[in-house]
């Protein structure tokens, strides 16, 4: 639910963001009949565009386990181009539409910087594929075959889900325990890619 939420989301955004880019490239261009004709055709879509991105994102938030800098600036940015963006349209005032489009990009790339702001990062499903090449491989090697310093090479462990869980969890010998740095879904998914992908190959 939080996934498609947060799909829902971006889709909300970049809607929203293209209808923005349209009507400032049509005000800094000085095309005022094309931007009142713009502005009424697309003025259903565009309350019904920033309902569902100012919802989606409420909802968000509200699924974030804490919020950090990055989304409080993230936030204000959003609101204060919200004002700059009706006085800017109605004034026809080319800066502040242009100001109010830049805060919308800028918090847009925010939140690809921003961990939290992922808000669905936690939620998003997991790749166990991606955690293996980042932290196993350089000892196990992308097949699990490389047997760096005495690591096992795991496409023939005998080892039963519980039991790679409990090695990847708390280590053996010179694997070190991975239980602080991965989350136990990480864990899960990455022994269930040894299993799936490694093993028997
Ligand atoms: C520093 C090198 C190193 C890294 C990095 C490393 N391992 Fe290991 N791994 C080992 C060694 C050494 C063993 C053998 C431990 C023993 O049995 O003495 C091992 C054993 C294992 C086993 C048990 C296999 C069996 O059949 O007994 C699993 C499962 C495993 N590693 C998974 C992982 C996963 C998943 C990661 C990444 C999160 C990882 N390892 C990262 C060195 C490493």
Redesign the pocket.
């Known amino acids: 639910m939080a996934t498609g939420m947060l799909h829902s989301h971006t889709l909300f955004v970049v809607l929203f963001t293209l209808i923005y880019l349209i009507k400032t490239i049509l005000l800094l261009s000085d095309k005022e009949e094309l931007l009142e004709k713009f502005k009424k055709k697309t003025k259903v879509a565009e309350m019904i565009v920033s309902f569902g991105f100012l919802a989606t994102g409420v909802f968000l938030i509200t699924q974030v386990p804490e919020i950090n800098k990055f989304m409080i600036i993230k936030l204000v940015l959003v609101f204060l181009s919200i004002p700059l963006a009706v006085v800017g349209f109605k004034k026809k005032n080319k800066i502040l539409a242009t100001l109010s489009f830049f805060f919308i990009v800028v918090s847009f790339s925010l939140a690809y910087k921003s961990k939290g702001a992922k808000a669905g990062e936690k939620i998003v499903a997991v790749n166990g594929k991606e955690?293996?090449t980042d932290?196993?491989a350089?000892?196990?090697g992308d097949n699990g075959k490389l047997g760096?310093?005495?690591?096992?090479d795991?496409s023939?462990?005998?080892?039963p889900h519980a039991?790679?869980v409990e090695?990847?969890a708390n280590g053996?010998?010179?694997?070190?325990a991975?239980k602080d740095a991965?989350t136990a879904e990480q864990i899960e998914a990455?022994?269930s890619y040894?299993e799936t992908d490694l093993k028997g190959k």
């Open positions: 955690i293996f932290k196993c350089l000892c196990h760096l310093s005495g690591a096992k795991l023939v462990t005998q080892l039991g790679i090695i990847i053996k010998n010179t694997m070190a991975y991965l990455v022994a040894i």
